[in-house]
């Protein structure tokens, strides 16, 4: 089965903040499709993606992945569902400095035994999701994760989100340091190896081109409220 999202009367302000607020009062994601969700500067986008892979809880309302509501679930099980479910490349990857590409990648899997257990050679299979990214082994295997560039960082952060078949992939403005035509392949290959895996895919962008390869784009603005103060 693969991962669907229902938002229901979800409510949500960063703590110590009032100058922000976001409400979403009905929000669905088909289990398999692939949604492009854009909107102005300071909307919420990334505020929702925090709320859709447990980082962060809203206040109000009901946000179920496959049938979880994640606000019923503690901080650590909030983790460990993120870790087993959920694929996340970040808006600056997040990737561990002084661990090597190949370790960044195989990360997720040791603190999710199932999708650990879906990798039968974690190596050959980090590999072969580098290779289909574009990144040579010999890069993937020793070089150290600083010396890559942007575009290969952000590849080894998608083979990092790829790995053991997440249900979910939620990529938060992967592209943004790419020129157009890279910015394209990028998500050619995303789309590519999430379809491989069966997931849903989940994408912010600013760049309004990529949105006719999703399923369906959406403006934030269409399904939520924000409210922007000055404090
Ligand atoms: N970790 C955080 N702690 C406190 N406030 C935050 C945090 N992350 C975001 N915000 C605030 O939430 C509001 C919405 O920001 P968010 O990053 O979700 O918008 P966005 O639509 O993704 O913007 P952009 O397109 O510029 O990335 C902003 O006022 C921002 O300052």
Redesign the pocket.
Known sequence: MVASIDIKGLRFS?RG?T??SLAVPDLKVAAGEKLFLL?E???????LLSLICGITTPSEGRLVLDGTNLPDLSASARDRFRAEHIGVIFQMFNLLPYASPLENILLPLAFAPNRKARVANQRAEALRLTSALGLNETLVTSAGTTELSIGQQQRVAAARALIGGPKLIVADEPTSALDATSQAAFVDLLMTQAEAAGATLLMVS?DARLANRFDRHLDLADVAQAT?GMA
């Open positions: 960063w903040r100058s922000f909107g500067s300071g909307t919420g986008k990334s505020t600013h922007r």
